[in-house]
């Protein structure tokens, strides 16, 4: 399915969203932006078919962050950068956090600026070994948004986050598997195979359960331990309504492989 500058494509109960502005390195427009909400509303209407999320980027690019090219509005005024922020990324960026199955990005090229962002948004991140990661934003006398302030220092520490951020110094993709910050590198030619397994192997997974491993664990940043407690006994006795738990359990009992179905 296409939208403006994106695309959604099935692959069972596999869907990918593919940036795709390669003239620009997939980079972030209104047009985009507009497009990637399309696309999610699609997926919202598709949720019981879609159980895993793969994002990645057409061509040579994953992301180069927001299109700086015909930014001006139509009374020729160039909008402001927080005001684009409010209506623009950080509603996609809420919609990625709440999606109700697990999300994969796949990293093919660069992610710098939002497009990092964007990537960081994945449940587990894969990248090609030619990927890399870029805090642009000091390059053109803004400070980072869409999340990373949040997000980077919970996933690499502090100092290192800073550092990405004041130096502007790209992150090669072996690097930020040592840093902690991606989960699996592969090689380019391989990227694609590897993440389709992957996304499978989710997809075919309690996605009941998985969607509520999700919210744990987004919402274990902002909560006290017991907060945390309360909230794995809530969801935990969802869990255990399913009919993805009890054929879990038979399974084991029986000593088979478990055909979850996502109820």
Known sequence: MQFKHCRLEFDGPVATLVLDHQEVMNAVSHDMLAGLMEAMDTLDEKREEV???????????????????GRNDQSGKRPSAGSTLETAFHPFLR????????????????????????????DIILCA?????????????????????????????KARAVELSLLGERLPAEKALEWGLVNRIFDDAALAEETKKLAHDLANGPTVALAMIRRLYWDSENN???????????LQRVAGRTEDFKEGVGAFLEKRPAKFKGR
């Open 129 to 157: 070994r030619s990927s890399y990661f870029l805090q642009a934003f000091r390059r053109i006398g803004l400070v980072p948004d869409c999340g990373s302030t949040w997000i980077l220092p919970r996933l690499i520490g």
């Open 95 to 122: 919609r990625l956090r709440n999606l109700h199955c697990p999300i994969v990005s796949s990293v093919n090229g660069p992610a710098a600026g939002a497009g990092m962002s964007f990537a960081l948004m994945g």
């Open 51 to 69: 159980r895993c999320l793969v994002i990645t980027g057409a061509g040579k690019a994953f992301c180069t962050g927001a299109n700086l090219q």
């Open 224 to 234: 006290s331990f017991e907060e945390q407690l309360d909230l794995e006994q809530q």
